[in-house]
């Protein structure tokens, strides 16, 4: 089945300066990419997704790319802002599948004023 | 509005104990997911309907039952609870997996086991 590593563990940036979250999948079919961020005490809250047939895609300060060839995909922010401290999940699915995420362990990301 | 709620968002109950969790979306989506989030955050799916049919139904212990009523509710029962059990349950929904891949998640229901 499929399994989605996901670094650093935790990751402590200055505000104003970028953050860059790596996964990488093991499944060559799967064809979906959501990041998920996650407050305290709530739920995952969907702020990007990529499909398989796309190489990036930008939302503000938010960014995706994906390398198929290699089964990896990254969240890039760029000036990071304290409210973007929390912790950040990458997923991975096969929609075939009854789009089923399998998630990384997550990334806890700290941004300090 | 609250696109996907679950009730309770806390629930203390001792070993041994049966209890449910419940999940209402009105998002007018088909399907909807249980996950389990342990207590290093770490999200696995459980179950997914779709239509009120069960179509995703991972390893997980058959003391767990889900139940769809409707496609806008999806339950979560569990016998004989166990110290093991105890995590942060989201519920979420999402459309026609065939048409839209988002999926929404409800704020959590955290299960403490005594």
């Known amino acids: 089945g499929e399994n989605v590593e996901q670094h650093p563990s935790t990751l402590s940036v200055q505000e104003g300066d970028s953050a860059v979250i790596k996964c990488t999948y093991s499944?060559?079919?799967?064809?979906?990419f959501p990041w998920y961020k996650q407050e305290l005490g709530k739920g995952p809250q969907l702020i990007i997704d990529?499909?398989?047939?796309?190489g990036e895609k930008k939302d503000q300060r938010i960014a995706v790319t994906l390398n198929k060839t290699a089964k990896h995909f990254s969240l890039h922010i760029t000036e990071t802002q304290p409210e973007d401290s929390a912790v950040y999940f990458c997923a991975a699915s096969i929609w075939e599948y009854g789009n089923k995420l399998v998630f990384g362990a997550g990334t806890i990301l700290r941004v300090k004023s | 509005d609250t696109a996907v709620s679950q009730t309770p968002k806390y629930l203390v109950t001792q070993m041994g104990n049966d209890k449910s969790i419940k999940c209402e979306q009105n998002l007018g989506h088909d399907t909807m997911y249980w996950y389990k989030q342990d207590s290093k955050k770490f999200l696995k799916i459980m179950f997914s309907?779709?239509?009120?049919?069960?179509?995703i139904n991972e390893t997980v212990p058959n003391r767990f039952s889900p139940k769809s009523p409707d496609k806008a509710h999806l339950n979560l029962h569990i016998n004989s609870l166990e110290l093991g059990d105890s995590a942060v349950y989201f519920c979420a929904s999402s459309q026609d997996p065939q048409v839209q891949y988002e999926q929404y998640f409800g704020p959590g229901t955290r299960l403490t086991v005594t």
């Open positions: 309907y779709n239509n009120k049919e069960l179509i």
């Open positions: 499944d060559s079919a799967s064809n979906y």
């Open positions: 990529i499909r398989s047939n796309v």
